[in-house]
């Protein structure tokens, strides 16, 4: 069995100069094809259940599905609350089996998201698992603007809550589809500078690869979040599928043809992570 703490992953990426992918996971074809992806890659992964995930699949059966991955898994596998906006939420992600929390208090005044967010970290920790947290909101393509993260708020929230992972608000944006923006790195120094945890990129996608791969290897950034990227190849694949043969309709023969090119396109985001170069 392989299932792994957020913190059992990132730890060695920090002090190795990696990054670990937190995939965002909608369902059991892509959530199957990122572990057959980061074993051919020879890396740990994080399977992620953000909001849209949740209300089409309840917690308990996510949980039991990234359980099942991971004890098969040749590699650790980290099963991780994404965006968890309630106590009771994050609870409910703890007793169906998650080994991570990431409670999202960013919309938050500083004060309260610190002390909300302690909450959780101490739960988790009380039951021996990870708690990320955020501080500075990241923003949504064409939706709601970004309020980038203050070096000095993000040191204080980090030692205030005892979170074992810090996402931050540094150019980044969630759901973008192209890859023509890029991170703040001289606000991602002054972080780093400031605190010693592992840092978290949300909206991973619209960060370029490169960026990506500088960054993994040369800075506190141990986890990029990656959604919008792969989600885009499990629709090209499936729209492939189906107009291959029109009259199809069986769910099962057609989902079955996303699997191939859902890996293929995994290996090229774990492979931008700095793992298995980390020794060069």
């Known amino acids: 069995m392989t299932l792994a703490t957020l913190r059992d992953v990132l730890q060695p990426a920090l002090a190795g100069r990696y990054a670990v992918a937190g995939l965002v996971t909608l369902g059991w074809e892509d959530m199957r094809a990122f572990v057959a992806a980061a074993e051919a890659e020879g890396c740990p992964v994080i399977l992620q259940a953000g909001p849209s995930c949740r209300a089409h699949t309840p917690l308990p059966i996510l949980g039991k599905m990234f359980r099942h991955l991971a004890e098969a898994a040749s590699v ?48 988790a920790h ?54 023509e923006g890029g991170l703040d790195e ?16 949300h909206g991973g996608s619209g960060v370029p690869v490169a960026q990506r791969n500088a960054l993994a290897r040369g800075s506190s950034i141990c986890k990029f979040n990656i959604g919008t990227e792969l989600r885009m190849a499990f629709g090209e694949a499936l729209r492939e599928a189906v107009n291959t043969d029109p009259s199809r309709f069986d769910r099962v023969s057609i989902l079955k ?18 793992h298995n170069d980390k020794e060069t």
């Not at 960013?106 to 101490?122: C, F, G, H």
């Not at 309020?147 to 205030?160: L, M, N, Q, R």
């Open 126 to 179: 009380a039951a021996g698992i990870s708690c990320e947290g955020e501080i500075g909101f990241v923003g949504y393509a064409q939706g709601e603007s970004s309020a980038g993260t203050d070096p000095a708020e993000a040191a204080k929230f980090a030692a205030d809550t005892g979170v074992d992972a810090m996402a931050i608000s540094v150019g980044n944006v969630h759901l973008q589809q192209d890859k």
């Open 257 to 274: 043809e996303t699997h191939d090119p859902m890996v293929t396109a995994t290996r090229r985001v774990l492979a931008a992570m700095g």
């Open 186 to 201: 001289a606000r991602i120094r002054a972080i780093e500078a400031l605190t010693p945890v592992p840092l978290v990129i």
């Open 76 to 123: 650790p596998v980290v099963a991780h609350l994404d965006h968890g906006y309630t106590p009771e939420e994050c609870r409910e992600a703890l007793d169906s089996g998650f080994t991570s929390l990431m409670f999202d208090g960013s919309r938050m005044p500083l004060a309260r998201n610190i002390d909300e967010t302690a909450a959780i970290a101490e739960m």
